[in-house]
């Protein structure tokens, strides 16, 4: 009911307390289905006028603009991501799939998932809560927190691109006899790689989310509750700070650091250190404007 998912959000219900039985995009809404509107459009209150019989969490712009049934909220994305992981989206069986190599030797936490043909690694130690998709592997030195998210075919802790070019012109391997240390709450998307360091670590702190695709290089850090988009290479010994946000298909360059609070824009390579609270954007990535 209405009532209901207000009572989670502490929040007030203003109109008819009605059945909710599913979640809608704003331009499909449909009688007995909830959705959001961050902002305030004319054509949303139009369609949301076409079904009153509907659920609406929304800014205060929406009060006394639409007939459905309503939950004012300060971020009604939020509010709506907290209602369906509540509510409607399915709770996973914590699973450990036959097929998956683990050594004996591998420290696994409680309450772990792992999928289907998944190798893990005899140094590696996985926290509590956590969930490894299928034809994941995670090998060398790896420490990973509680609750962390790793999609099907990520690749954690293998060795970095690092060569040096010997006497005879011919590249000779870097070795990597460094480790993987990867936070608490973690989120790293399907077919992205993460790589060992050389010596050292190579850290990804709480709560950072990679997205798919995406290449993170030896000895680099991602520091809190950041954000790197699909396609984006992070390389060796770069650094990105607090709450950043690398946009779809970004590079960073080796050793370049990314100071806390900065937007990359799409597609940007960045050359050179960006200070904090800044948006870059372009090739080479220049300050387009103050955070």
Not at 50 to 78: H, Q, T
Not at 101 to 126: M, N, Y
Request: charged share 25%; proline share 3%; net charge negative.
């Amino acid at each position: 009911m209405a009532s209901d998912i207000a009572g989670f959000l502490g929040a007030k219900l203003f109109g008819e307390d009605l059945e909710v039985l599913s979640v809608c995009p704003i331009d499909q809404v449909e009688s007995n289905t909830l959705t959001f509107a961050r902002q305030y459009k004319v054509e949303y209150a139009a369609e949301i006028n076409k079904n009153p019989l509907s659920l609406i969490i929304c800014n205060e712009e929406y009060m006394d603009k639409i007939r459905a049934s309503y939950i004012v909220s300060d971020n009604p994305r939020l509010d709506f991501l907290r209602v369906i992981e509540h509510f409607f989206a399915e709770k996973e069986d914590i699973q450990m799939d036959k097929s998956a190599r683990i050594h004996p030797e591998a420290t696994l936490g409680k309450d772990l998932s792992i999928g289907a043909f998944s190798v893990i690694g005899p140094q590696v130690v996985i926290g509590d809560g956590g969930r490894i998709g299928n034809n994941v592997v995670i090998i060398g030195k790896v420490k990973i927190g509680n609750g962390c998210v790793i999609k099907s075919n990520a690749v954690i802790g293998e060795d970095g691109f690092g060569f040096e070019y010997s006497h005879f012109g011919i590249p000779q391997h870097f070795p990597h006899i460094g480790s993987v240390e990867i936070g608490n709450n973690v989120f790293i998307g399907s077919c992205s790689t993460v790589e060992r360091a050389t010596i050292a670590k190579t850290i990804i702190a709480d709560n950072v989310k990679i997205d798919d695709l995406v290449q993170i290089g030896h000895n680099s850090t991602i520091d809190d509750n950041s954000l790197i988009m699909a396609g984006s290479i992070i390389c060796g010994g770069a650094f990105v700070g607090k709450r950043c946000w690398i946009a779809p298909n970004s590079t960073i360059k080796e050793k370049v650091r990314v100071n806390d609070n900065v937007k990359i824009g799409l597609g940007s390579v960045v050359i050179r250190d960006v200070p904090e609270k800044s948006t870059w954007a372009g090739n080479p990535a220049k300050e387009i404007k103050k955070r």
